[in-house]
């Protein structure tokens, strides 16, 4: 028994030492290899044997198998990219991928190498196509886009950014305060502007009949570029340590086919006329307050008649509002009529609160005439950091804005730490699209290798849990960088000398074993 226990053990020996540099033959060819874990064969003791001794009963071995082979899942170091969607996870988690050719079978990767291929599909180097929410729309612009609709294909069904019309228009201007008041009004110097204006003429306002003007693109529903222009004037109102500036917003009288109460404005003096008030400045040459008023949608007559004009509309945000309907849309050329885009005008103060209102008794432009003690501001007044000033300085816009846009071609695209894709467009947008999907496991090492970089769920793996990077247990994803090989090759290669020497050593014995049977054979003879 004793020389076949020896031949069983080493023979055990043998084969468990074959598979081990099987192994470890593996890990050194897969060294370079994207997202590769390296693997370590565990060995086992086998059944032991009883033999009678001086002393008793005891046991000897009859050598070794292979208990388990596991996976080092460690995090393995980065390489940098120049592709914009080549993803590395830093922490837990694998990306889910789908194989469209074999029923939508799901397989997980720490391998990012994806490409949106020519159908738009966002696919790993395999054609396995990457899993991930879309963004609600309504968040795509925000700072924390939210997932809609259920786990999918990430793909790029449109490459292009949908127009978006004006709503906010902000002015930060600094008005002379040494001006000239070109004013010619004495019955109406807070509205000049206004009456002055003729939309039927070649030039609707004389380069005399104001102190400074500034333009603005902006934009329609369509997307198309239109111009607001706002003039101002300063008014010599006699008021102690105080200034006042009349303006008004106007558009190019051609493009104006607003209709109001039944009338079109095209063609009228009042063609191009958007919205008229005031600004008052302190001693210091701070912004104070502001009246504004608008087309009132039961104008009657001549249109810039002033008791046409009455009190502006407030956004929720506390701005006047006013509407330009470059369209010709119908009710949609007041802002009180349903169908209108209201645009707001920030000067830099507005009402502080949705429940703010006009400070004032004044309903109409024309209740203001000479009197300066009738201009007004909100109930209560919030102040942003830069506003409009009125200083002694040359008249000077510091800060334009508004937040329109054409339609947008993407130019660009890159992902985020959260998982989030973004896309890049012509017209100067970055928007949301998709956020990438992860996946955890309660027993990493229950997973089944499928080759290609890919594992698939087993019953000793348990069921995948779903998340998005950067939260829970999920980790985050780099951009332009693949998780290389997390291969030791100077381990592997010491740990190849051991086996080779275990190897050696077993087939030693067997070697001996031969000796003393050859032995055990020659004393017949």
Same mark, same amino acid.
């Given at each position: 028994?004793?020389?076949?226990?020896?031949?069983?053990?080493?023979?055990?020996?043998?084969?468990?030492?074959?598979?081990?540099?099987? #192994? =470890?033959?593996?890990?050194?060819?897969?060294?370079?290899?994207?997202?590769?874990?390296?693997?370590?064969?565990?060995?086992?003791?086998?059944?032991?044997?009883?033999?009678?001794?001086?002393?008793?009963?005891?046991?000897?071995?009859?050598? +070794?198998?292979?208990?388990?082979? +596991?996976?080092?899942?460690?995090?393995?170091?980065?390489?940098?990219?120049?592709? $914009?969607?080549?993803?590395? =996870?830093?922490?837990?988690?694998?990306?889910? #991928?789908?194989?469209?050719?074999?029923?939508?079978?799901?397989?997980?990767?720490?391998?990012?190498?994806?490409?949106?291929?020519?159908?738009?599909?966002?696919?790993? *180097?395999?054609?396995?196509?990457?899993?991930?929410?879309?963004?609600?729309?309504?968040?795509?612009?925000?700072?924390?886009?939210?997932?809609?609709?259920?786990?999918?294909?990430?793909?790029?069904?449109?490459?292009?950014?949908?127009?978006?019309?004006?709503? &906010?228009?902000?002015?930060?201007?600094?008005?002379?305060?040494?001006?000239?008041?070109?004013?010619?009004?004495?019955?109406?110097?807070?509205?000049?502007?206004?009456?002055?204006?003729?939309?039927?003429?070649?030039?609707?306002?004389?380069?005399?009949?104001?102190?400074?003007?500034?333009?603005?693109?902006?934009?329609?529903? $369509?997307?198309?570029?239109?111009?607001?222009?706002?003039?101002?004037?300063?008014?010599?109102? @006699?008021?102690?340590?105080?200034?006042?500036?009349?303006?008004? #917003?106007?558009?190019?009288?051609?493009?104006? #086919?607003?209709?109001?109460?039944?009338?079109?404005?095209?063609?009228?003096?009042?063609?191009?006329?958007?919205?008229?008030?005031?600004?008052?400045?302190?001693? %210091?040459?701070?912004?104070?307050?502001?009246? $504004?008023?608008?087309?009132?949608?039961?104008?009657?007559?001549?249109?810039?008649?002033?008791?046409?004009?009455?009190?502006?509309?407030?956004?929720?945000?506390?701005?006047?509002?006013?509407?330009?309907?470059?369209?010709?849309?119908?009710?949609?050329?007041?802002?009180?009529?349903?169908?209108?885009?209201?645009?707001?005008?920030?000067?830099?103060?507005?009402?502080?609160?949705?429940?703010?209102?006009?400070? %004032?008794?004044?309903?109409?432009?024309?209740? =203001?005439?000479?009197?300066? %003690?009738?201009?007004?501001?909100?109930?209560?007044?919030?102040?942003? %950091?830069?506003?409009?000033?009125?200083?002694?300085?040359? &008249?000077?816009?510091?800060?334009?804005?508004?937040?329109?846009?054409?339609?947008?071609?993407?130019?660009?695209?890159?992902?985020?730490?959260?998982?989030?894709?973004?896309?890049?467009?012509?017209?100067?947008?970055?928007?949301?699209?998709?956020?990438?999907?992860?996946? *955890?496991?309660?027993?990493?090492?229950?997973?089944?290798?499928?080759?290609?970089?890919?594992?698939?769920?087993?019953?000793?793996?348990?069921?995948?849990?779903?998340?998005?990077? @950067?939260? @829970? =247990?999920?980790?985050?994803?780099?951009?332009?960088?693949?998780?290389?090989?997390?291969?030791?090759?100077?381990?592997?290669?010491?740990?190849?000398?051991?086996?080779?020497?275990?190897?050696?050593?077993?087939?030693?014995?067997?070697?001996?074993?031969?000796?003393?049977?050859?032995?055990?054979?020659?004393?017949?003879?």
């Amino acid at each position: 028994m004793g020389l076949s226990s020896s031949m069983y053990s080493s023979v055990s020996g043998l084969l468990s030492t074959a598979e081990s540099i099987s #192994v =470890i033959g593996n890990n050194l060819a897969n060294s370079s290899t994207t997202g590769y874990k390296s693997m370590s064969m565990l060995f086992e003791d086998v059944f032991y044997s009883s033999i009678t001794t001086s002393g008793g009963i005891d046991q000897i071995g009859n050598g +070794s198998a292979i208990s388990a082979i +596991s996976t080092d899942f460690s995090q393995g170091s980065y390489q940098d990219t120049s592709e $914009a969607m080549n993803m590395a =996870i830093a922490g837990e988690g694998y990306f889910i #991928v789908e194989d469209p050719q074999n029923d939508g079978q799901i397989f997980y990767t720490r391998a990012g190498d994806f490409t949106f291929d020519d159908e738009g599909y966002l696919t790993n *180097s395999s054609g396995y196509q990457v899993q991930g929410w879309a963004v609600d729309p309504d968040t795509a612009t925000t700072s924390d886009p939210q997932t809609t609709g259920a786990l999918g294909d990430i793909q790029l069904e449109s490459r292009t950014s949908p127009a978006s019309a004006t709503t &906010n228009v902000s002015l930060v201007v600094n008005l002379d305060s040494d001006g000239d008041d070109n004013s010619t009004s004495t019955t109406d110097p807070y509205f000049s502007l206004l009456t002055e204006w003729d939309g039927s003429a070649d030039d609707p306002l004389g380069t005399t009949k104001y102190e400074y003007q500034t333009t603005i693109t902006v934009y329609d529903e $369509a997307g198309s570029a239109h111009e607001l222009t706002v003039y101002f004037d300063q008014v010599e109102d @006699g008021t102690s340590g105080s200034t006042t500036w009349e303006y008004i #917003v106007t558009m190019d009288p051609s493009e104006d #086919v607003r209709t109001i109460n039944g009338q079109s404005v095209s063609g009228t003096s009042a063609a191009g006329l958007l919205m008229a008030g005031t600004l008052t400045f302190d001693s %210091t040459g701070a912004l104070v307050s502001q009246t $504004a008023f608008t087309l009132d949608s039961t104008a009657t007559g001549d249109l810039t008649d002033l008791s046409n004009w009455t009190l502006a509309e407030l956004s929720t945000d506390g701005l006047p509002v006013f509407a330009c309907n470059f369209s010709g849309s119908a009710n949609a050329s007041t802002t009180d009529e349903a169908d209108a885009i209201q645009i707001e005008l920030d000067f830099g103060l507005s009402a502080k609160s949705i429940t703010d209102s006009w400070d %004032t008794t004044v309903t109409s432009a024309a209740d =203001i005439g000479t009197d300066s %003690t009738l201009l007004f501001g909100f109930t209560s007044t919030a102040y942003d %950091t830069d506003r409009t000033s009125s200083n002694d300085s040359a &008249n000077s816009t510091d800060n334009s804005s508004q937040n329109g846009y054409a339609t947008g071609y993407l130019t660009s695209y890159y992902v985020d730490e959260g998982g989030v894709i973004y896309g890049t467009y012509s017209n100067g947008q970055t928007q949301a699209l998709f956020i990438v999907a992860l996946a *955890s496991f309660d027993n990493d090492q229950g997973l089944q290798l499928e080759g290609g970089n890919l594992y698939s769920a087993t019953s000793e793996s348990g069921t995948a849990n779903i998340g998005r990077a @950067g939260q @829970g =247990i999920y980790g985050s994803i780099y951009g332009e960088k693949l998780e290389e090989s997390n291969v030791d090759v100077s381990t592997e290669m010491v740990d190849l000398i051991v086996m080779q020497r275990a190897y050696q050593a077993n087939s030693k014995v067997i070697t001996t074993v031969d000796e003393m049977l050859q032995t055990a054979l020659g004393l017949k003879r």
